[in-house]
Each structure stands twice: as C-alpha cells, then as structure tokens.
C-alpha cells in the first residue's frame, strides 16, 4: 500500500512555527551547560551590569566577544622573557577555557591557527564558523556564532593591500594609496537570527602591527569601515545593526581611533600620521635594504623586537610618500570618515560603559583621553614584558529605527593582576585580554509614536 503523505492544517504549520520559535529563543537566553576545561584556572573576571538597567526591560540581547588568541606560530621566548606557558599544550586549555567561559553568543578571534584543535573544540559548544587569513599568512581571523541561533547569509573577506581609498588616478597603485603590503583583512559575516529573522553583520579584523605605521593602520580601519557598508548596501541590509571588533593595534589617542568614532585627531599625535606617510620596501622594490632581515619581519607580526633592541621602534626599509604614491594627507583621510562612504561614527562598548573601577579605565593612565572618547576603554588589552597597551575593541553601530544598549560588560583586569606579563599560567593563555559585552539593540520612539499613544 502506497504511503500516504500527511497534510498539515494552517493551525498545525502556525503552531510548528510557534514550537521552533521559542525553541530557537529558549537557546538564545539558556546558559552554557558546558562543563569547565578540566584542570584548568585563568583569571576570575566578573560581569558589570548597570544599576540603571532592568533585566525584565532587555529583549533580544546579544553577548558579543573578541580576543587576540596569540598565533603559535609567532611565539618566541625572547619576546615573552616573563611568560611560564609558551608551549602550545601549556596555552590550549586556558585558550579553550576562555572562550567556553564568555558563553558569547558571537565570537571574534584574531591570530586564529592550529584549526585542528580549535574548530572541534568550538563545535562542541554549538557554535558554526567562518575563517580567513590573508596571503601566505600562518594565521588568520575568525568569527564563531551559536548555530541553534545564528544562520550564516553571506561572508566577505576584505584584502587591505588590494583595497582602493581614491577614486581618481589611473594607476591602481595611486588610488590604494597604501605605505605597506602588509597581508592583513577584515573578514564580515552577515547572520540571520532564526526566531526573529533579523539580520546583524559582524566584522572582526586585525590591523598591521608596527607602532609607527599610524598612516597605515588609519587606511585599513576606513577601508574596514566602508566595506561594512559595502556589505550591507549589496546585500539589502542597510537597516541591520552591525558589530566591528578585534585588535586594531592602536590605542584610544590615536589618530585612527578618533576618526571612527567622530573625535577631531589630538594635536599632540597629528604628527604620527605625518611621519608615516611612507612607502616601504614591501611596494618599492627600489628602496635600500637597510636591515635584510627587518625587511622580511616587518611584515608579520611576531616581528616587533624588545625595547632593549629597537628603543625607538623605527621605522626601517622605507622612503618618504610621493605625490605619484597617491598616500592622502590627514585632512583628506579624516573627509572620508565623515563623507557618509564608511557609516556614521561607530561606538564602542567599552567606552560607553561608565561603571568601571578605580585603576581599570584608560584614562587612569593617559590624562589626555579625559574629554574624549576612548577614555573608558580598558587600561590595558594587551600585556607582556615589553609592550604594554590598549589595542582591542568592540565598536558597533546601530541599524535604522534602533539605539545601541550596552546592557553589561566583563570586567577588564586591573595592571596588578597582568603584571609581570601574559602569557601565564592561572591568568590568560595569550597576550591580550578577552573583551567581552552583552549588548542590545532596541527601537526608537518616534515623535509620532507618542502623538498617537
């Protein structure tokens, strides 16, 4: 006898829809039940919730996190000379630990390698994946979001070498008006919630390393943010909110930092960006080798030396910008910020919270970020022996009709509980410290709205 399919009632599809709709928001609120990594400790790190703020009033909140993992590839005793957990296995499990213990909805990684243990690990917490490196990179970015609550629309990786920031010029090495192939991206996920059906893009990014690129590192971060408006243009989701976060290698008084969140660039650090206008060796094969060797390191980021090598971190295998490089002067670079090609000026998380403790803030350590933003970014995101700094963010912007609410933060470490330096066993298996917020994104009242209520 023929099997006979079964024909649902227009009540039993509506009441499938119902089940599958909280079944995908029960996943959405329910807490990790994983079970810690055993035998491991890293730093006890509490979450800041506002007084202000009341659970019962949040809806559809997200937690989002980003954290630099420190590739394996590019570790060296030398730089870490106060580390006690260099080796892999001595890092892993710390590593794993951090990320099950943000019970982050969507994760961000940067210097993601050994994919071999990491991406088993991730799925046995729930999550689905998308990664990307640059050329010949031996790491690479990644962004990790819970499969029972996220489903991937579409992916894009943006090439900062290959990337254009001048529309005139016949020459295409005039219009990426770059100073150095330096093989980092930006890699953007747009996802789709499966009970609501909105959409929310995430990028995450690592910017190049060389503290003296500042010209540089200000071109990709435009570049990053206009593609995220790119994306969402081709993509039909200019309405959807969007969240930009991972190690951008500068700090809250840089001139990058101001022009994404709308600062005029301090006076004192306008001449960072002059004197890096420079092309190096990297596009100008005709430039003198002044160091072989720095040439090859400047390129990847484990090549930065210690502070006894390189005191004034110089810039090496480089000749001043031409006008023919098509470099843009700092004015030219701050008009497309705020020409409306790469959004309105993003907020980051961190900053807006305003509940962090005494000696937690940047602030507390660099007066000069007291009337601006970026003052209550962490003090430090980033702490070894040698460099110690903020470079890590979470900026996000809101989609049309909505406002951003940073409902609760983890808190960052205080300099006590880094010092003598990360790596280290019981605190953080990388350099950097996770940042991590629980954030949501919710309507606008209307003047309208209110006439008619």
């Not at 090495?173 to 059906?197: P, W």
Request: net charge negative; proline share 7%.
């Amino acid at each position: 006898m023929p099997s006979q399919e079964r024909t649902l009632t227009p009540e039993q599809i509506a009441l499938s829809i119902e089940r599958k709709r909280k079944k995908a928001e029960a996943a959405l609120k329910a807490p990790s039940v994983q079970k810690p990594v055993e035998g491991v400790k890293i730093l006890e790190r509490k979450w800041l919730t506002s007084p202000n703020i009341k659970e019962e009033t949040i809806t559809n909140s997200i937690t989002v996190m980003t954290w630099n993992m420190l590739a394996q590839c590019l570790v060296r005793r030398e730089l870490f000379p106060t580390s006690d957990c260099l080796k892999a296995q001595q890092r892993q499990g710390m590593l794993h630990e951090e990320i099950r213990r943000s019970d982050a909805d969507i994760i961000c990684l940067q210097e993601v390698d050994r994919l071999e243990s990491l991406v088993p690990f991730l799925e046995s917490l729930g999550y689905s994946h998308t990664y990307s490196c640059g050329p010949r990179k031996k790491h690479g970015c990644l962004i990790a979001y819970r499969a029972q609550v996220f489903a991937k629309v579409t992916d894009w990786t943006v090439f900062y070498d290959d990337s254009e920031i001048r529309k005139d010029g016949e020459d295409a090495s005039f219009r990426r008006g770059s100073s150095f192939r330096t093989r980092n991206i930006g890699l953007l996920v747009a996802l789709e919630q499966v009970s609501s059906k909105e959409t929310i893009v995430i990028a995450t990014t690592h910017l190049f390393w060389h503290p003296r690129y500042t010209y540089e590192r200000a071109r990709q971060a435009y570049i990053l943010a206009r593609s995220v408006e790119e994306f969402k243009a081709a993509h039909d989701l200019k309405n959807s909110p969007s969240v930009i976060a991972g190690d951008f290698n500068f700090t809250p008084t840089d001139p990058a930092y101001s022009m994404l969140v709308g600062d005029p660039v301090l006076s004192t650090r306008a001449a960072d960006f002059t004197v890096s206008r420079v092309v190096h060796v990297s596009l100008d094969p005709s430039v003198p080798i002044a160091d072989p060797k720095k040439a090859v390191d400047d390129e990847e980021d484990g090549g930065e030396q210690p502070e006894e090598e390189d005191p004034d971190r110089v810039i090496k295998n480089a000749r001043p910008a031409r006008p023919e490089d098509g470099l843009l002067e700092a004015g030219e670079l701050e008009k497309l910020f705020i020409d409306g090609s790469a959004g309105e000026p993003l907020q980051s998380l961190y900053d807006q919270w305003q509940f962090h403790g005494p000696g937690r803030a940047f602030v507390s350590r660099a007066p000069e970020a007291v009337n601006r933003r970026g003052k209550n970014e962490p003090i430090y995101s980033s702490y070894t022996h040698f460099w110690k700094s903020t470079l890590d963010y979470i900026f996000a912007r809101p989609g049309q009709g909505s406002q951003l609410e940073v409902v609760s933060v983890l808190e960052p470490p205080s300099e006590e509980e880094l010092s003598p330096g990360l790596p280290r066993k019981g605190v953080c298996g990388s350099d950097h410290i996770s940042l991590c917020a629980r954030i949501s994104f919710t309507p606008v009242s209307r003047p309208e709205d209110d006439t008619l209520a």
